[in-house]
């Protein structure tokens, strides 16, 4: 996995709430066996005007002009900013596959769905949950002001905006030692398999019936 | 000190080892697959040399991909036939304690399959590549659904990296009225704490509406936690549990059962254990719900009218329900029951089971699919559920009322398949999702319960149950 240190990133704001991993990468691209890829089918059935198939060339399928992706003044955006309950639905990997493939690396909202916010810290993405004034602000920061970047330290776990206002985030020790140097989780869990094992033979023991 | 709650039991058990900042690993008892999560991780455990923990925790099949009807022409799409085929080599690979391949005359929905084999237990941890394994906690059993790295990481190491969640108890008392189901008793607690409103939270359903459940309904209910943002949605183990399980498959045997029976009556929650949010609900005030948004918690009563943006009051709110109605082709005010349908998909994990199936024929026997309706659609969610289906007749009452019966799997529910919505089309759906394009592109989703789909397939649009039994 990626390394996530630090970023100055141009902000890409997606004023809807509850947007779905249906919606992130629709389900006829959940037909590839591959990892990779995702990005220039993310958010494809708002993204173009005609109806996506894994494989096909995007270079010139017609554009929805007013999803803001689509917009010039986004292009090369690494910040997502959306509104609550972001990735909700399918437990789809593939929806922040897309999403990184795409090229955000961060994505602030006031609340995330549960199994896409862990797969996001899987694939070098930081979903980063700040109130609902805060991303208040900076959607409307954001839309005023063209080229508007923040910059995100995920060792000091800060935002800080243009203007020079900052807030703090959350992250578990765990997920920032493995995002901040690229690690992934099996190798390190690797490292415990003898108290795997020892638990293994405990829990047999009690519940033979669960082995059988 | 205050007692424990079913989560607090079912997580002490399987913690292997705890990090300083909480972060835990997780021991995994069962591991559910099918073939569209799973194989970017068996090909992630080839590239590392690795092979599978423990294999025998494994229960797979597949049932996203697989067609409903015409068998004979197996897979047509090239593309789904390669993901079928690629779990088949997989499990060939790596081995599994249950597989049903393709055609097997058990194969099935994931989440229909494993508790009819007896492969989901009380005290498990279960985990699959789906969010819909809440399912699996109806059982007392603590089901995450997972993403694929995670698969990978179940499958290396028999553990998965989890903080524990908070708490909270839905407490139904009471009676559900006639022609009321769990299906409505889910939708209405989405309605009343929305799509986030269990977020970061194990969800425990409790109440004496819940215990007079079924297994089927309980299932359903759990399913649909999920829906509500939760991580796990559990209910208590009793008799119900003990008396469905007996004589499955893969259920404990002999001594190892009176030892497994006696262990399962310890997991409920303890009369004093605390939770971190209650939320009370009357079994009474539940009435057939009906979806009539874009998102599950945009729900109301049979007897309601859809929403006007014009009462809503938070801006965001207010656009979410101006889009969902431009994208669902509604009027503001419109009663729900003039709400003209075009499709009805009788199916899914959240509502395949016999139970299901039995109260939509109750509905359908004697009377002939509406005229508006282009397609009604009953996929059971197993070959067992099928052929159960089948020995009662029900297949018959269906087919003569001019539904049609399928072979089991995912089917329109998330539409990965032939069966899907076209442009436009609207769909009572018994299914999990009413999302934008979920059951095809363009198409509209009405989620409802499977009595309430077989009334709307007979009239060509929604109407209350209750005014036709
Ligand atoms: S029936 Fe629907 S929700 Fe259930 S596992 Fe299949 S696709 Fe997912």
Redesign the pocket.
């Known amino acids: 996995m990626k390394a996530f240190t630090q970023l100055n990133g141009l902000v890409c704001p997606l004023d809807r709430a509850n947007v779905d991993t249906d919606a992130i990468i629709p389900k006829q691209f959940l037909k590839s066996i591959k990892r990779s890829g995702f990005g220039p089918y993310l958010f494809d059935e708002w993204r173009y005007t005609n109806y996506g198939e894994p494989g096909m060339d995007c270079t010139d399928r017609p554009l929805n002009k007013d999803f803001v992706l689509n917009q010039p003044r986004y292009q090369g955006a690494q910040v997502l900013l959306a509104r609550d309950n972001f990735g909700c639905g399918?437990s789809r990997e593939h929806a922040p596959w897309a999403i990184e493939d795409y090229g955000f690396r961060v994505i602030i909202a006031p609340s995330f769905a549960d199994i896409f916010f862990s797969n996001c810290y899987k694939n070098a993405v930081l979903p980063i949950v700040a109130s609902a004034e805060v991303v208040d602000r900076l959607f409307k920061e954001c839309e005023a002001t063209e080229g508007y970047k923040l910059d995100v330290n995920l060792a000091e776990q800060t935002v800080t905006t243009p203007t020079g206002f900052s807030f703090k985030f959350d992250i578990t020790e765990h997920r920032k030692h493995c995002m901040l140097n690229g690690l992934d989780d099996i190798g390190l869990t690797l490292a415990h398999a003898d108290e795997i094992k020892a638990f293994e033979e405990k829990h047999k023991a009690t519940q033979p019936w669960l082995f059988a | 000190m205050a007692g424990k709650t079913l989560y607090d039991k079912l997580w002490e058990t399987h913690v292997v080892r705890e990090e300083s900042d909480g972060t835990c690993l997780l021991y995994i008892d069962r591991h559910l697959m099918?073939e569209v999560t799973s194989p970017q991780a068996f090909e992630g455990l080839r590239l590392a040399h690795r092979k599978a923990w423990r294999n025998t925790s494994i229960v797979a099949v597949p049932?996203?991909n697989t067609p409903t009807n015409h068998w004979d022409r197996d897979i047509e799409d090239p593309v789904s036939k390669a993901q079928v085929d690629t779990l088949d080599a997989n499990i060939k690979e790596f081995g599994a304690l249950v597989y049903f391949p393709f055609k097997h005359e058990n194969q099935g929905?994931?989440?229909v399959i494993a508790p009819e084999n007896g492969a989901t237990l009380p005290g498990m941890t279960v985990v699959c590549g789906?969010s819909?394994t809440a399912t699996h906690g109806a059982f007392a059993a603590l089901a995450h659904g997972i993403g694929t790295s995670e698969v990978e990481h179940v499958l290396a190491t028999q553990t998965l990296v989890q903080k524990k969640s908070k708490s909270m108890q839905i407490k139904i008392e009471g009676q559900l009225g006639a022609g009321v189901t769990a299906k409505d008793v889910a939708l209405a607690i989405i309605g009343k704490i929305g799509t986030a409103g269990g977020t970061g939270y194990c969800i425990e359903f409790a109440g004496s509406a819940i215990k007079g459940l079924s297994m089927e309904g309980r299932m359903t209910v759990c399913n649909l936690a999920i829906e509500a943002g939760a991580r796990a949605g559990i209910i208590a183990a009793d008799e119900t549990t003990v008396a469905y399980l007996k004589g499955r498959p893969h259920a404990p045997k002999g001594a190892d059962w009176d030892n497994a029976v006696e262990y399962w009556k310890t997991l409920h929650s303890d009369a004093d254990a605390q939770f971190d949010t209650v939320i009370e609900m009357k079994a009474e005030s539940i009435e057939p719900q009906v979806t009539w948004g874009t998102s599950p918690e945009q729900v109301l009563a049979v007897g309601g009218k859809v929403p006007n943006p014009a009462n809503e009051a938070d801006p965001v709110k207010r656009a979410g329900v101006e889009r969902a109605l431009q994208y669902m082709g509604l009027q503001a005010d419109m009663p729900i029951t003039d709400i003209q349908i075009d499709k009805v998909f009788i199916g899914?994990?959240?509502n395949s089971r016999i139970e299901d199936l039995r109260a939509a024929a109750v509905v359908a026997k004697g009377k002939k699919v509406a005229g508006n309706v282009k397609l009604a659609l009953v996929v059971p969610g197993s070959g067992i559920v099928k052929r159960q289906a089948e020995a009662e007749g029900l297949d018959k009452i269906f087919t003569e009322a001019g539904f049609e019966w399928r072979e089991p799997g995912?089917s329109m529910?998330?539409a990965m398949n032939a069966d899907r919505l076209s442009p436009g089309e609207r769909c009572a759906s018994t299914?999990?999702?009413n999302f934008e394009g979920r059951q095809g592109p363009g198409g509209r989703t009405h989620l409802v319960s499977p009595a309430m789909a077989a009334a709307a397939a007979i009239a060509g649009h929604f109407v209350d149950v209750r005014t036709q039994q």
């Open positions: 399918s | 099918h049932d996203h929905i994931i989440h789906d819909h899914s994990c959240t995912c529910c998330l299914s999990n999702r």
